[in-house]
């Protein structure tokens, strides 16, 4: 991407320089602007371009397109293989249950170099794609630093370079610890463009860091690629760039989509909005806007870590001609889509019967590729990094209930023992320093892993439990509010009548919290209507009590901006009830410097008992 800026600053101080004229100057402010791209060696496209970001406007756009851009489609059928990825979640490496490691950017490599290796054998040009969140979820987040003076690698955009990628969405994880991080992390180790055609009024992203669209020309055909970021889960709130806006999604995709009408001869929608959730504006309503487009389109989407087409072309997830696409999380699958496109045809023809590779395969030839690719891109950013990973801090209970498996079931449907831990010790912490809090929370979702019982924790496995950048804020609520909350919260409990229908291993966007030991409560619930809150104790005293009294409670920035359904919105549970959230946006909310593992991870390294104290203490208790 330092390329790309580059380009971008000479060719907008040439274009400045051709507008003499008041009117010109005018004219330049409402057309979106071009720059030549640096492509790098195996990239499918002849040429290509990135369409500066939109900013704020609200109408209409107009592009200044090259003057080499071809004016008609091209003659012949294109053989357009597109293989992507999505939600990998900085996880280049995943421990198997046998000790041994699977590399994950290394079989992705590894499929993206066979596929280019057969591509003029086939006659098919290979596009390799991220749908997003390429950060947040593993240890090597801490490459990223917490500041631009503590930054050592983005390892994502490393990988991803070194295997080639062509180009990536801006997820909303990319934005956890600031932009400008994201900055460092795109002109450090992003040799590709990323996208995000919503992003808008950034304080320190600009064209030089990122594109609204990539404008492409593959054998005479014009592509548009068009990235777009979650409007509702991105932080738009963090103290380097408070001005941070994430516009609607219809809105800016609309916009591209009549400006390059016409023009281009296939879109691609390159989404990290998520597959139909209730409530929001998903990868199917783009679908169904790009179906009213006159050329063939197709959407590559992420953020809700749906598996589609698995065992082939599901028509359910086609919409109006439309497909979409996602390959899961965590580096399960790598997407394969092969296209054949004619150019008197919109009819999106897929060939192949199988359209997502399982990263578990084991295949010698991608296994022998992935372990090079490993030795080669991976380690040695990883080498220095051992004794930070590897930092003892203190030993697991014997007890089962402490397994990733247990862990990840328990935090949606019961009290969480970790969750106990984690949230005494964020107030241990942050009252120490100050008191300032009465109660913490941390969303069940934000607990990703477990432990293996009765072994040492070290620095990695507790980040690996609590992944997530989240800095904590500090909400004031009155009593009655805050029942109000915690009524809202036991209706977002997993009933046991809907686990058999839910992967409780994976994301519940039902944002259940869990809370620190002075609160405490009783869930009662019965087969057809949705879990109450009864008894509700803060202290050992029922919070009626507290009558005119502020109560702080302490959360993650992402809770606090109002995500999963804390801002007001209507929530809709698998059995097709719907209640309406609480709104936590509504309160006081001030910031505070505290982060909720770095807080964590000061508990743990004060000398303490060999054994940690992770347990339940009956702080939910559950009645039918």
């Not at 950017?105 to 993206?112: D, E, N, P």
């Not at 997820?171 to 956890?176: A, I, P, R, V, W």
């Not at 990323?194 to 990539?214: E, M, P």
Request: include cysteine; charged fraction near 20%; glycine fraction near 6%.
């Amino acid at each position: 991407m330092k390329t790309l800026r580059h380009l971008f600053i000479l060719h907008s101080l040439f274009f400045s320089l051709l507008l003499v004229s008041t009117d010109a100057f005018s004219y330049a402010k409402d057309v979106i602007q071009v720059a030549p791209l640096e492509l790098h060696k195996n990239s499918p496209f002849d040429r290509a371009y990135t369409l500066a970001p939109i900013s704020d406007r609200t109408g209409n756009i107009k592009i200044q397109w090259p003057d080499n851009w071809p004016s008609k489609k091209p003659s012949e059928q294109l053989k357009l293989r597109v293989l992507h990825i999505n939600d990998l979640h900085n996880k280049h490496i995943i421990e198997k249950d046998d000790g041994s490691a699977r590399f994950v950017t290394g079989l992705m490599a590894a499929h993206v170099n066979k596929a280019r290796c057969e591509a003029s054998s086939k006659n098919e040009h290979v596009l390799f794609l991220s749908a997003g969140d390429d950060h947040t979820g593993a240890v090597y987040d801490e490459l990223l630093g917490y500041n631009p003076g503590s930054f050592k690698k983005s390892l994502a955009y490393h990988a991803y370079s070194s295997a080639g990628l062509d180009v990536a969405v801006l997820g909303n994880h990319e934005f956890d610890r600031g932009t400008q991080i994201l900055k460092e992390a795109i002109n450090a180790d992003a040799n590709f463009p990323l996208l995000s055609s919503n992003l808008v009024a950034s304080k320190n992203l600009d064209a030089g860091d990122y594109a609204s669209a990539l404008l492409g020309i593959i054998n005479g055909w014009r592509i548009a690629i068009v990235g777009q970021t979650s409007s509702e889960d991105t932080k738009s709130n963090l103290a380097d760039d408070p001005q941070l806006k994430v516009a609607p999604q219809l809105q800016s995709m609309s916009q591209v989509l009549t400006a390059v009408e016409g023009k281009v001869d296939v879109i691609i929608a390159l989404t990290h909005i998520g597959y139909q959730q209730s409530g929001k504006v998903g990868d199917q309503d783009i679908a169904e806007l790009l179906a009213k487009a006159s050329v063939p389109a197709i959407v590559i989407g992420g953020h809700s870590h749906d598996i589609l087409h698995k065992s082939g072309i599901n028509k359910e997830h086609i919409y109006s001609g439309v497909p979409v696409f996602q390959a899961g999380q965590w580096g399960d699958y790598i997407g394969d889509i092969q296209l054949n496109l004619r150019h008197d045809s919109k009819e999106v023809v897929i060939s192949n019967n199988t359209v997502l590779h399982s990263l578990e395969q084991n295949s010698s030839s991608l296994i022998s590729f992935s372990e090079d690719f490993y030795k080669t891109s991976i380690a040695p950013v990883i080498s220095d990094f051992d004794d930070v990973l590897n930092e003892p801090l203190g030993r697991i209970p014997d007890d089962s209930a402490l397994t990733k498996h247990a862990i990840l079931v328990d935090r949606y449907t019961a009290e969480l023992a970790v969750a106990n831990f984690i949230t005494d010790a964020v107030m241990q912490t942050v009252n120490t320093d100050n008191e300032i809090a009465d109660l913490a929370a941390i969303n069940a979702s934000s607990i990703v892993n477990g432990f293996e019982p009765g072994e040492m924790a070290t620095f990695s496995d507790w980040y690996n439990v609590i992944p997530y950048a989240d800095t904590l804020q500090l909400i004031e609520l009155t009593p009655n509010q805050l029942i109000e909350l915690i009524k809202s919260n036991a209706q977002r409990l997993v009933m046991p009548s809907e686990q058999e229908s839910l992967d409780l291993t994976g994301f519940i966007n039902q944002g259940f919290l869990h809370f620190s030991g002075a609160l405490r409560y009783e869930i009662k619930y019965g087969q057809d209507k949705r879990p109450q809150a009864k008894n509700i104790q803060l202290n050992g005293e029922l919070l009626e009590h507290y009558e005119s009294q502020t109560i702080t409670l302490l959360v993650g920035d992402y809770i606090a901006s109002g995500n999963l359904g804390w801002r007001g919105q209507t929530i809709q549970f698998p059995n097709g009830e719907k209640v309406k959230g609480f709104n936590i946006k509504s309160l006081p909310i001030k910031p505070t410097s505290y982060k909720l593992r770095e807080s964590v991870l000061k508990y743990l390294r004060q000398p303490r008992q060999k054994i940690i104290d992770i347990r339940k203490d009956g702080r939910i208790k559950l009645r039918h």
